[in-house]
């Protein structure tokens, strides 16, 4: 079956997961600067998200350029990316309303942790669809990028309940890693 309606209906959830995090910013009851000092926290939580919302969209994108066909294994496994990514609107109202606090950091890691890996099975049924000498097969290699990924996430939960911002800093260097377009499925299917 062809690829357009799962592009389509993702391309739509990953848009109502933008909306339903920009909604949740609460206009201050304050018409100086100093009235926007309380919502720093969401603020900074939101721009976070935001980004890695967008990575998730623009690989997602990239990934399917590389896909010719896809099958119900496929579908399930878009479903299973597409509903951790829905849950991203909560953990990020949370960590941001508490302050960085460690269970909404430690949670938001998980749910990241979880995308990462429902991601990563996507992939895997991509190119098991697609077949082992694919264009598919090729960009993705060995996804070192994706599995360090996991393991920084890893990592970032427990270090959350020692210290919130150490967590924090790994889910930037994360998003820092996939801001630029996964360059192997471009470079592959680009001469």
Request: aromatic share 14%; with cysteine; proline share 4%.
């Amino acid at each position: 079956m062809g690829k357009g309606r799962l592009e389509a209906f993702s391309d739509g959830v990953i848009a109502i997961i933008i909306t339903i995090m920009v909604l949740e910013l609460k206009v201050p009851h304050g018409a100086d600067l100093a009235a926007l000092r309380p919502l720093s926290s969401v603020f900074l939580s939101y721009v976070l998200s935001f980004i890695y919302v967008g990575i998730y969209w623009n690989n997602h994108h990239h990934l399917f350029q590389a896909v010719r066909h896809v099958n119900g294994q496929i579908l399930w496994a878009n479903l299973h990316l597409l509903f951790w990514l829905s849950l991203i609107p909560f953990v990020t109202d949370w960590m941001g309303a508490n302050h960085f606090a460690a269970m909404p950091v430690a949670l938001y890691g998980l749910v990241f942790f979880c995308a990462g890996l429902a991601y990563l099975i996507l992939t895997r049924a991509l190119i098991s669809h697609h077949g082992k000498d694919s264009a598919i097969a090729t960009a993705i290699g060995r996804d070192l990028k994706g599995k360090l990924s996991l393991l920084f996430y890893a990592l970032a939960i427990p270090l959350s309940f020692v210290n919130s911002w150490i967590a924090l800093l790994l889910y930037v260097v994360v998003a820092v890693m996939w801001f630029v377009p996964d360059r192997r499925i471009e470079k592959t299917l680009i001469p």
